[in-house]
């Protein structure tokens, strides 16, 4: 079990992380950050994100999810100190009680609606506390911010 299971996504200022289910998160401007980050970490995602992957995540263990799955087998099997949770929507929320970090990433954009960062209506409240703020491209005011999940 991984001793840190950290969220990474980019959302828009209105927190969707996509238009739709199986859109092409070509919007997105921290694909070198997230490479860098989750570069020799197991990767999670659920099978729409998996079909939206342009690109194969080059030396990351790429590990898919159904909705059967339970989260925290799935996390037993990692041997790795760290993995990431990359989506999408339904993916974060399944995992949202076992995360200890969040990296979120606004983008200048606002969707009115679509995929939300937790897609789930029985998502509960996380208590963060803010760690650090990485530069993503400035000029656009884009900034990664970095949260651990405080847990009772
Ligand atoms: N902006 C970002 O950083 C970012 C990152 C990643 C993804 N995305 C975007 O997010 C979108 C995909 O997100 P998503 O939430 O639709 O899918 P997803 O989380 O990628 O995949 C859906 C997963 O949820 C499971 N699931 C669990 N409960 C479910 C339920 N009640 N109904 C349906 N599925 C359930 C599915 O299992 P089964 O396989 O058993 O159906 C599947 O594994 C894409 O557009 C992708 O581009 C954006």
């Known amino acids: 079990m991984p001793n840190e299971v950290v969220l990474i996504a980019a959302v828009t200022v209105d927190g969707f992380i996509a238009r739709h289910s199986l ?8 694909l070198r950050v997230f490479k860098k980050q989750t570069m020799g970490y197991p990767v999670i995602m659920g099978h729409n994100t998996d079909k939206t992957l342009s690109s194969y995540l080059i030396g990351r263990k790429k590990i898919v999810v159904e909705r059967r799955d339970h989260p925290k087998k799935v996390l037993t099997k990692i041997k790795e100190k760290k993995c990431f949770v990359i989506g999408g929507g339904k993916t974060f929320y399944m995992f949202s009680s076992f995360l ?5 990433t606004p983008h200048p954009h606002v969707f009115g609606s679509g995929v939300p960062l ?8 996380l208590n963060l506390k803010f760690l650090d703020l990485i530069e993503v491209d400035r000029g656009n005011g884009i900034f ?3 949260y651990e999940v405080l847990r009772p």
């Open 118 to 125: 937790f897609d789930n209506p029985k998502m509960k409240e």
């Open 100 to 104: 200890t970090h969040l990296y979120i």
């Open 23 to 30: 859109e092409v998160t070509s919007w997105s401007k921290d």
């Open 144 to 146: 990664q911010y970095q």
